[in-house]
């Protein structure tokens, strides 16, 4: 497809399961971002790829929180032991990257988690 | 933790008029973006200025930068009940690989 693609757009899981959601980005876009929306809030930063690499993950909140680009394409987000605290929307965004901290990110329609 | 703060968080007009939603952040930036958001979709985004950059425009839009007083402003003008939605804008600070959000300014245009 032409957009960032999200999956699943919907889940609803127990408190304590796992859970991963996945993110395939626009061809040729080789930084990849995930972000974090709680209700009423703005996107908060979570971890960003430069290819295969995690260049910085400085926003995980902690290490229930894991994602991988093995490819350098898709990006899976893990969330391990799911807490009440971890629902909200999870945001995958995706840019050209033509140098650090300048072009624009293209969003897909995010994953909403809801942990009961 | 979020280095944008929009003003105000909410803003309700009736169509045909203007909107200014300001945004204001604490460090130096190498550029600014405003992002749109409908409830319940993915951000869109709408049109970036540069550090070195004191307006810009696009369409119906207007971005402002004042570098000194580390702050923005973007104008829709005449307004249409379809840019009903959250406006956000996001920086890039220096030294830094990624874009910072703030909490948005949720956009009401009555027809």
């Known amino acids: 497809g032409a957009g960032v693609s999200q999956t699943p757009s919907n889940k609803v899981t127990e408190k304590g399961k796992y859970v991963e959601l996945r993110c395939d980005p626009i061809s040729g876009h080789t930084a990849l971002y995930w972000y974090r929306q709680s209700l009423g809030q703005g996107p908060e930063f979570l971890i960003y790829?430069?290819?295969?690499?995690?260049?910085?993950d400085s926003g995980l909140p902690n290490d229930r929180f894991f994602a991988v680009r093995p490819e350098g394409s898709v990006s899976t987000l893990k969330i391990q032991r799911t807490e009440r605290g971890d629902s909200a929307v999870y945001l995958c965004?995706?840019?050209?990257?033509?140098?650090?901290?300048?072009?624009?990110?293209?969003f897909g329609e995010g994953s909403r988690l809801t942990v009961l | 933790s979020q280095q944008g703060e929009e003003d105000p968080q909410a803003l309700s007009i009736q169509e045909g008029e203007n909107a200014t939603m300001n945004c204001s952040y604490k460090?130096?930036?190498?550029?600014l973006q405003w992002y749109r958001q409908n409830s319940g979709r993915g951000l869109v985004h709408l049109i970036l200025i540069r550090s070195n950059e004191r307006e810009k425009h696009s369409g119906r839009l207007r971005v402002t930068l004042d570098t000194s007083k580390k702050s923005s402003s973007l104008l829709i003008t005449a307004s249409r009940a379809a840019d009903t939605a959250s406006y956000f804008c996001?920086?890039?600070?220096?030294?830094?690989?990624?874009?910072?959000f703030g909490k948005g300014t949720m956009l009401l245009v009555s027809p």
């Open positions: 790829f430069q290819g295969t690499g995690a260049a910085d």
């Open positions: 996001a920086t890039y600070h220096s030294g830094y690989s990624t874009l910072t």
């Open positions: 460090t130096s930036i190498n550029n």
């Open positions: 965004a995706s840019s050209l990257n033509r140098g650090r901290g300048t072009g624009e990110l293209f």
